[in-house]
């Protein structure tokens, strides 16, 4: 069946280093999602992209769709401890019901 | 408005005991997806209703697990005869069918403890 895989599962970095997550999924999606969980949250909803090649930023956020459409990276410049969490890709399989094909997530840790 | 809520937060019960989740979608929002977190884990997908139908149940993990949903909104995930490997957080979402952006808003979830 269809999978997303993301990688790494866990990153650690001091504050203000740059942290990147990626999503592959086995085949072509419609858009890929993103979502944060902090700490005992709930998934939050932070961004879709839906073109190919399409980049979109959120202040120290940029969120990238491959040009296949078939992976995605979430890059964050100059990391704060409030960027702490796991971060989800999440993508449509295409078909009209609009399940989405979840990541496991990475879980990203910052040093003060 | 008021986001996604589930109730109730915590739920502790012995094996064998039957419980009920509930979930109230935001106002308007046609789909609802029920997944379940372990500790640590990311999200298992368990089932999804547009409307009152459920066009995917196939997450379900066995047929302990049921979910209804009535007029388009409410919906209760029931487990029947829970197990120890039942305890988990359960998450449900609600999502706008219609538009091109239909992420998906998620409740504060409902923290399961099978004793």
């Known amino acids: 069946g269809q999978q997303v895989m993301q990688i790494p599962q866990y990153q650690h970095v001091q504050e203000g280093e740059d942290f990147t997550t990626y999503c592959n999924s086995s085949?072509?999606?419609?858009?890929i999602q993103w979502y944060k969980q902090r700490p005992g949250g709930h998934p939050v909803f932070l961004i879709q992209?839906?073109?190919s090649g399409e980049v979109k930023k959120q202040k120290r956020l940029t969120f990238q769709f491959g040009e296949a459409k078939k992976n995605s990276s979430l890059h964050i410049t100059a990391t704060q401890t409030t960027d702490v969490g796991t971060y989800f890709c999440?993508?449509?399989?295409?078909?009209?019901?609009?399940?989405?094909?979840w990541g496991l997530g990475t879980s990203l840790a910052v040093n003060p | 408005g008021a986001g996604v809520s589930q109730s109730p937060s915590n739920k502790v019960t012995e094996k064998g005991k039957d419980v009920e989740l509930r979930c109230d979608p935001i106002?308007?929002?046609?789909?609802l997806y029920w997944y379940r977190q372990s500790l640590g884990q990311g999200l298992e997908f368990l089932i999804y209703?547009?409307?009152?139908?459920?066009?995917?149940k196939s997450g379900l993990p066995s047929d302990r697990f049921s979910a209804e949903r009535t007029g388009g909104s409410v919906s209760t995930l029931t487990i029947q005869r829970t197990q120890q490997e039942d305890s988990a957080v359960y998450l449900c979402?609600?999502?706008?069918?219609?538009?091109?952006?239909?992420?998906?808003?998620f409740g504060p979830g409902t923290r399961l403890t099978v004793t």
């Open positions: 106002s308007g929002h046609t789909a």
């Open positions: 209703f547009q409307g009152n139908s459920a066009p995917d």
């Open positions: 992209l839906v073109k």
């Open positions: 979402a609600s999502s706008p069918s219609t538009g091109i952006s239909y992420e998906q808003y």
């Open positions: 999440a993508g449509d399989n295409a078909g009209n019901n609009r399940k989405l094909i």
């Open positions: 085949t072509t999606l419609s858009n």
